[in-house]
Every structure is written in structure tokens, then in C-alpha cells.
């Protein structure tokens, strides 16, 4: 197969590291850039703040990433990253709690830190991949209607280069400078999709007694506009911790001092959050993520198009986190745009790749963007507000059902058809077991 030449994305996050190894095999070289230094050990950085919070790997997310880089589960599961079933996750929405069912749907849990040094190592390792840290893009290069590469500025020496490409992929994330590089380059912006759900997580560290077994790996309780504003999560990490996070909707958060995070703590009605935080040791400071609504930039309409530009992860669209989609909706846009450039010419597969990564974001986005309307007063739109009656019927029912339970994590694990939630049930439900399928008995 006759390679493309060079291949350059800008973020060595989660989404660049995915597609960099996704494109490697179809490019003589490619490259990444970083502003970020990258350390060769699982630490946070600046360039990636939500790594301070919970990240839940969905299970179709886990499936792709398990391609991309074959044992990556078992790597993870060496450094302590404890193993269970997502049917097995206590969830307490508004309307009750999840019953248990065993789904098959794989959870892992695990620190954002862990899962990125993993996978830059993999990348580092592979041949024609060069990582260039502390390297900020600052422009792109157009030359008609062809992007050719990026400005970037060495963040040690201080000094700005052209870098030229035969495709350009933009992986700076949910703060994304593309549509100012766009304007810098006379050329009309994406229009934006923008809900703001005004969500804000707060989170801390705590140690997990080595050996405990406390009958929960993770546990949450749910926001939910406009009722529930306030809500949180706990998941066991590697290094025998917890990370706690408490979630603050439509305009609320949790306070950042101790004794304001141990009472917000307290108000929750989910015992295993408050279990950690009222009995374990923390570790460290307690890191606040604000403003984290959804925003969608439609790069699929730009008009005129731009070729050899294609936009990942966050950049494209970042999501409301409570849902967990990101890291999945990033990997299955890698394997997409590799699958474009093998079928097109390099010049036609990013117009292609746009138009299909809108499949992948459809649900997701309305999924998340549903219910988050409803902590604003404006009028949502037919599909939103359609969106939201299912969602909330689901809510009603799944304490009591857990077979629907069941298809709805396939469903929000990306795994199964929304269709599927149409389905008459069978008399038997031998795949799944209930227990406390009443509100409120689940602990
Ligand atoms: C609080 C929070 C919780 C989340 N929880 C979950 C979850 O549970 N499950 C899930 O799947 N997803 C979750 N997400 C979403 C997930 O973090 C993102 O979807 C994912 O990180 C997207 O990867 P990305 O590479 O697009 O962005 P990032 O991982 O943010 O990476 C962007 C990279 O670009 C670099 N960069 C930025 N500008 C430049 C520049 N000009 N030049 C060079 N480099 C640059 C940055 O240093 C960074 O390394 C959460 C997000 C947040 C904010």
C-alpha cells in the first residue's frame, strides 16, 4: 500500500493519541504536537485539567481502544485498575436506583493520568510516530482551499516554524483554538451547537484500605434538570484510591474547602459517597472543573470546505462528561478517519470523515443535551424536548425493569441500537437478576 506522507496532529491528549495510532499505519510519518511537556509516568498536566476527575470508560469505548492497542485492559488491570460488570454499578437517580443486572458490559475504572501514559507509551514506541512537546500551534497554513500544516511556537527556545503536512488533524480539545486559527485565516467559522447544563465537578482523592472490600467498585448519583441539581460519584482507582466527585447542575458546585466539600458530601443521598468521604483519608487538594456544558462545531457544513483538515475528540465536540462519551465518541472518530483516507484520496476523505462523524455524535449529543435544556427557561427544540420525554419515561421505569435497565446501558454504552429499547420483552428474564428494585433499597 502506497503511504500518504506526513501526517500532523496538533494534542497529545486522548483523541490525538488515539488517531495518531489509528493514521500510522496509512502515513510515512506522523507527528504530535503538545504544548503541554509530556512526563514519562502517569501525572496530571496542564493541558489535560479533567484528569483530576473521574473518567468512565464506556464498553464500546473499552472494545476499540482493545484493538487500537491490543492488552491495554490487562496493562491496565496490572497497574490495579479493579475489573466489574456496569449492571453492577449502583446509580440513584431522582426516580430510585438501578436494579443489578449482569450486562457483560465491562467496567473498568482508573485514573484519566494511567490510561493516558498508557496509551502515549504504545504511540511512543511505534516507529514513524515523533511526539514534539512543549510545541504550541498558533496558526494554520492555508493555501486555497488546502490546509498544508500548522505555525507552531517552542515553547523552550521561543521560536515559531511553518510545519508542513499532506493532512493536518486538530486535537486541542473542549478549548479548541481552530475557530480563531479559521478567522486568522479569512474563512468563515463552523456554525456552533452550545447547551450549557451549568455543570461543575468537584473532586478529591481519598485512600482505599488495601485489601478493603467495601461491596461497590463505583457508585453515582445522578443530576437531573431541573429537579436534581446536586450529585456525585466515587470510583476505586489504581493505587488502592478513591476519587470522589461531587456534581453541581444548573449553576451549583460543590465548594472547594474541606469542610465545604465533607457538607456537600453529606447532602447527597448516595451512602457510598458519603461512606468515603466520611471514613477514608484524603489525599491532596480538591480541583474544581466548571462551565462544563456541551458545544458542537459543525466543521461537517464549513462552507467552503477545507481539505486535508479533519477535527477530532473535544475539538469537534465536547459533551456534557456526565455521560461518558467522550473517550468512545474519540476513538470510533479515529478508526472513521482512517477508514476515509483508506477508501478516498487524501484530498476527499476528510469531507467524508466529517459527514460520518456526525453518526457518531447524534446520540450522545441528544442524549446529553436533552435533559440539560431543561435548566434553561428558552424554548428547546421538537428533537430535544422529544429526547427528554424518553429519557425521563426510562428514568421512571428503570428502578422497576431491570431488563430495560440492561438494554439501556447497551444502548448508552453505544453497544446496542436505541431501537432496541422498542422491543417486547421476553415472559423470562433469565439474563439478568433484580435486587431492590424499589426506590431506595438498593445499598
Ligand atoms: C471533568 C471531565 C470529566 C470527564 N469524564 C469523562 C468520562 O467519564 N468518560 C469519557 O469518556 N470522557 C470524559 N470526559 C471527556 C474526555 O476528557 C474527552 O472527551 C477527551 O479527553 C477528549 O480528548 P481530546 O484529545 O479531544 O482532548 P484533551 O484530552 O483535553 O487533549 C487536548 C490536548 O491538546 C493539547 N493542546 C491544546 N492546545 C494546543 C495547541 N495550541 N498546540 C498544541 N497542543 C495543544 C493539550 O495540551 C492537550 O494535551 C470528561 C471531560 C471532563 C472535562
Not at 443489578?100 to 493520568?113: D, H, K
Amino acid at each position: 500500500m502506497t503511504k500518504h506522507g506526513h501526517a500532523l496532529v496538533v494534542g497529545g491528549g486522548y483523541a490525538g493519541l488515539v488517531t495518531a495510532r489509528a493514521l500510522a499505519s496509512l502515513f510515512d510519518e506522523v507527528s504530535v504536537l503538545d504544548k503541554d511537556a509530556l512526563p514519562d509516568r502517569a501525572a496530571h498536566r496542564p493541558g489535560t485539567p479533567q484528569s483530576r476527575h473521574p473518567h468512565a470508560l464506556l464498553a464500546r469505548g473499552a472494545e476499540l481502544l482493545e484493538g487500537l492497542f491490543p492488552g491495554l485492559r490487562e496493562e491496565l488491570t496490572g497497574h490495579g485498575a479493579p475489573v466489574s460488570d456496569f449492571g453492577h454499578f449502583p446509580m440513584l437517580y431522582p426516580t430510585g436506583w438501578s436494579p443489578t443486572v449482569r450486562t457483560g458490559l465491562v467496567l473498568q475504572t482508573f485514573s484519566r493520568p494511567l490510561l493516558e501514559f498508557l496509551i502515549r507509551r504504545r504511540v511512543q514506541a511505534l516507529s514513524n510516530v515523533s511526539f514534539h512537546a512543549a510545541t504550541e500551534a498558533e496558526a494554520l497554513l492555508v493555501q486555497g482551499s488546502r490546509v498544508t500544516g500548522v505555525v507552531a511556537r517552542s515553547r523552550s527556545t521561543g521560536r515559531t516554524a511553518a510545519r508542513e503536512a499532506d493532512l493536518v488533524v486538530v486535537a486541542d480539545g473542549r478549548h479548541s483554538r481552530l475557530p480563531s486559527w479559521l478567522e486568522k485565516a479569512d474563512r468563515p467559522p463552523a456554525r456552533r451547537l452550545q447547551v450549557d447544563g451549568k455543570l461543575a465537578y468537584t473532586s478529591r482523592l481519598y485512600r482505599r484500605p488495601p485489601g478493603s472490600d467495601p461491596g461497590f467498585q463505583a457508585s453515582l448519583q445522578a443530576t437531573v434538570a431541573p429537579t436534581t441539581p446536586s450529585g456525585g460519584t466515587v470510583i476505586a482507582i489504581e493505587d488502592d484510591r478513591w476519587l470522589v466527585c461531587l456534581f453541581g447542575a444548573g449553576g451549583i458546585s460543590a465548594p472547594t474547602t474541606p469542610e465545604g466539600f465533607d457538607a456537600y458530601a453529606a447532602t447527597l443521598a448516595n451512602p457510598h459517597v458519603q461512606q468515603v468521604v466520611a471514613e477514608c483519608r484524603p489525599i491532596g487538594a480538591i480541583h474544581r472543573y466548571s462551565g462544563l456544558g456541551g458545544h458542537w462545531n459543525r466543521y461537517d457544513r464549513l462552507a467552503p470546505p477545507l481539505r486535508r483538515l479533519a477535527v477530532v475528540g473535544d475539538a469537534l465536540c465536547a459533551l456534557n462528561p456526565l455521560y461518558g462519551h467522550g473517550m468512545t465518541v474519540a476513538a470510533r472518530q479515529a478508526l472513521l478517519l482512517r477508514n476515509a483516507i483508506t477508501a478516498h484520496s487524501l484530498d476527499g476523505a476528510c469531507g467524508v470523515y466529517h459527514r460520518h462523524a456526525v453518526r457518531t455524535l447524534l446520540l450522545p449529543w441528544l442524549m446529553t443535551t436533552s435533559l440539560d435544556r431543561g435548566w434553561s427557561p428558552e424554548p428547546a427544540p421538537l428533537s430535544a424536548r422529544a429526547g427528554r420525554s424518553v429519557l425521563l419515561y426510562l428514568l421512571r421505569r428503570i428502578p422497576r425493569n431491570p431488563g430495560l435497565y440492561g438494554r439501556f446501558l447497551n444502548v448508552q454504552h453505544m453497544v446496542a441500537s436505541p431501537l432496541t429499547l422498542l422491543l417486547p420483552f421476553p415472559q423470562r428474564q433469565s439474563h439478568s437478576h433484580s435486587q431492590g428494585q424499589s426506590q431506595g433499597r438498593r445499598p
